[in-house]
């Protein structure tokens, strides 16, 4: 698990704008958190920057939104040349929509008070799995 | 509103598509005055009319103008047209027509990713070209020699999708040197060394039965199986069902599933095999130099007391006697 975190980490670096103080925060004595992926921490621990607005934000902040990968973002930038994204096209895009609601708001969609929940990481994280002893 | 009706020669008629579509478009004809017919689907359609001997295509309107599309559309409906859906040429006509129109709704139809017709076009295309993979994996070739004394390789398939003249090429590329023939319920196609002929479709008692050589490809799939890695959903989603039953292997399949476990088990709790060290049934061991220095490079061996390799054993009695101390490598 530690493994594929830190896989995670070089595709947000590579591919997804961010630097490595942004991933690893020192509240956590620089490890990387193992319930959740470092994209989402980071979202979680910036709500400040959200939501984003579809229709008028810059790549890079797309790029942030947890469940937004880099496929999704370019045809996101493609569609709203000649439409105004709504919150049916977030289904058409088939982007995990539990994760990606809070953060976002589009032309008939807002997220209301969803991001100020105390316990937004726990509804967003994956649930845990019961490992087999066997 | 005058209503049009086409009616393509074949299903899979580009060039026909292509004219009356250039046609209905410079009249202005809206998607929905437009009936498509095509002989396969006739059968199934209560209203359709009596086959007329040529289609009528409107003449253009005085203000039509020339109509520019992206190339990729082109390449798309050429795709799109080899599915089995009877409602693409609709869909194409209907993408064609929106890009005319000109404003948003042809910007719409040309660079919009989350267009609904778009999507069902992309959809659609993928089908197409899944099917074409699935068919460079599984038609199965029977040879059958002719009275002239050649070989002609036949096969019998039933693909989901019109995509039998399309996907010739690859067959041809790769059987260039062989005699062959493949025949589905919808065309067939057949390659004599240096041409292409197409026909109409067949049925599946027009190929030919087992032959000889099934059996011997049934027993090499039945001894490559590994009961040890099975993992059946992945083979499913690789090689779907629906293909089965024109797969000659797939009859061993359920049985060598339902082995597989008690297989494996018993290949974990037998006995370890001892390596030989020479092939046998040799004739008479080589002579060795003196000094007992190996004569083939052997791997380092952790075995006790001995220096050197010892002798070759071929007969099972004199094995376990040397190998209870290398029974475990």
Redesign the interface.
């Known amino acids: 698990m530690r493994e594929h975190r830190l896989y995670q980490a070089d595709w947000l670096m590579r591919f997804y704008g961010f630097t490595h103080d942004e991933i690893v925060p020192t509240s956590q004595q620089d490890m990387l958190a193992l319930d959740m992926d470092p994209k989402l921490a980071w979202a979680l621990a910036h709500r400040e920057r959200f939501p984003v607005n579809l229709n008028t934000a810059p790549r890079e902040l797309l790029l942030r939104v947890p469940g937004f990968g880099v496929q999704t973002v370019d045809r996101l930038l493609a569609a709203r040349r000649v439409r105004r994204l709504r919150h049916a096209d977030l289904a058409r895009l088939h982007v995990p929509l539990k994760k990606v609601l809070p953060f976002v708001e589009a032309a008939d969609y807002r997220p209301g008070r969803a991001l100020d929940a105390a316990d937004l990481a726990a509804q967003l994280a994956p649930p845990p799995v019961q490992r087999s002893l066997f | 509103m005058q209503r049009h009706t086409i009616t393509l020669d074949h299903p899979t008629d580009w060039p026909g598509f292509r004219q009356a579509a250039r046609a209905l478009v410079q009249a202005n004809v809206p998607p929905q005055a437009v009936d498509w017919r095509c002989p396969a689907d006739a059968a199934e359609d209560l209203f359709a009319p009596e086959p007329a001997a040529r289609n009528t295509l409107p003449s253009p309107a005085p203000d039509a103008p020339t109509l520019r599309v992206p190339p990729d559309f082109v390449h798309l409906c050429e795709q799109l047209i080899l599915h089995r859906d009877p409602a693409r040429f609709a869909l194409m006509y209907h993408l064609l027509w929106r890009m005319a129109q000109g404003g948003?709704e042809a910007?719409?139809a040309r660079?919009?990713?989350?267009d609904a017709d778009r999507?069902l076009a992309h959809h659609m295309v993928r089908a197409v070209a899944r099917d074409k993979h699935k068919m460079h994996a599984f038609v199965r070739f029977r040879p059958v020699v002719e009275p002239d004394g050649q070989t002609q390789h036949m096969a019998w398939f039933e693909p989901d999708h019109y995509i039998t003249v399309a996907n010739a090429g690859f067959f041809i590329r790769r059987f260039t040197q062989m005699r062959w023939a493949i025949l589905t319920p919808d065309a067939s196609v057949r390659w004599d060394g240096q041409q292409l002929h197409t026909g109409p479709g067949a049925q599946r008692s027009d190929a030919p039965p087992p032959d000889a050589g099934e059996a011997l490809w049934l027993t090499y799939y039945r001894h490559i199986f590994n009961p040890a890695r099975l993992k059946l959903a992945m083979m499913k989603k690789e090689m779907p069902t629906r293909y089965w039953h024109n797969l000659p292997e797939a009859a061993l399949i359920t049985e060598l599933a339902q082995t597989a476990h008690e297989r494996s088990a018993k290949m974990v709790e037998a006995e370890a095999t001892v390596p030989r060290r020479r092939i046998a049934g040799t004739t008479a061991p080589r002579a060795r130099p003196a000094g007992g220095a190996p004569l083939s490079p052997a791997p380092p061996r952790a075995s006790p007391g001995t220096e050197g390799p010892t002798p070759a054993v071929s007969s099972a009695t004199a094995a376990p006697a040397a190998a209870t101390g290398r029974a475990t490598p």
């Open positions: 948003s910007d719409a660079h919009d990713p989350l999507i």
